[in-house]
């Protein structure tokens, strides 16, 4: 059975503060690891797709990155407005994205 | 791109009452899921189809859910005789038929059973 596990579960940044989100998957055949970001009262945003191992992709502020275990997603010089849950999900060889519980990022100035 | 649509998007009902939820896909999309998410909790699978044909159904579906995609087209999501323990924001998401094709979310129904 496919799992996802993203650490740590909240984390406090100052503005400016850059940090990483980890996501750890065990995944038969892993055909995408999805990262996404989810504001309050809404539904999950899609921000990435990473295929493969050594691949990176970046949007703005935010960095994924993907090894054979786990992914990162790198924020750098974070704003308030980033403040969101940030949710990864794996496709492995069914085609339901397996989802963790997430990682709540608050961003103070 | 209109993007993924739900309705309603808030939901209060007595608990044995029957509700109804409906999303309307991305049109291009021959892909749709239900999820459900709880708070401080990732979505969790519930079922979904390819067009109008419903593949797969969550062991943990309780059999008082049904859905349907009349047409391949929107998608119905029914639960009868709620309990307390529905109350969730109940996710739509749409995708291409590729395996590595992102979910697009919809912004979900709040469901309150009281």
């Known amino acids: 059975e496919d799992q996802v596990t993203q650490s740590p579960e909240a984390l406090r940044l100052q503005e400016g503060e850059s940090s990483s989100l980890n996501c750890s998957y065990t995944?038969?055949?892993?055909?995408?690891l999805f990262w996404y970001r989810q504001d309050p009262g809404k539904g999950p945003e899609f921000l990435f797709t990473?295929?493969?191992a050594g691949e990176e992709k970046e949007k703005e502020r935010l960095k994924a990155t993907l090894t054979k275990k786990e992914s990162f997603l790198h924020i750098t010089a974070p704003k308030p407005e980033d403040s969101a849950t940030y949710l990864c999900?794996?496709?492995?060889?069914?085609?339901?994205?397996?989802f963790g519980r997430g990682t709540s990022l608050i961003v103070h100035p | 791109d209109t993007g993924v649509s739900q309705d309603p998007r808030h939901k209060i009902t007595k608990r044995g009452q029957n509700v109804t939820f409906r999303c309307d896909p991305i049109?291009?999309?021959?892909?749709l899921y239900w999820y459900r998410q709880t708070l401080g909790q990732g979505p969790e699978f519930l079922t979904y189809?390819?067009?109008?044909?419903?593949?797969?159904k969550s062991r943990l579906l309780s059999d008082r859910f049904s859905a349907e995609r009349p047409k391949g087209s929107f998608s119905t999501l029914e639960i009868q005789r709620t309990e307390q323990g529905d109350s969730a924001m109940y996710l739509c998401?749409?995708?291409?038929?590729?395996?590595?094709?992102?979910?697009?979310f919809g912004n979900g129904t709040r469901l309150t059973v009281t």
């Open positions: 999900a794996s496709g492995g060889g069914s085609y339901i994205p397996t």
């Open positions: 995944v038969s055949g892993l055909r995408g």
């Open positions: 990473l295929y493969s």
């Open positions: 049109s291009e999309h021959n892909r």
């Open positions: 189809f390819q067009n109008e044909a419903q593949l797969e």
């Open positions: 998401a749409s995708s291409f038929q590729d395996y590595n094709s992102p979910l697009h």
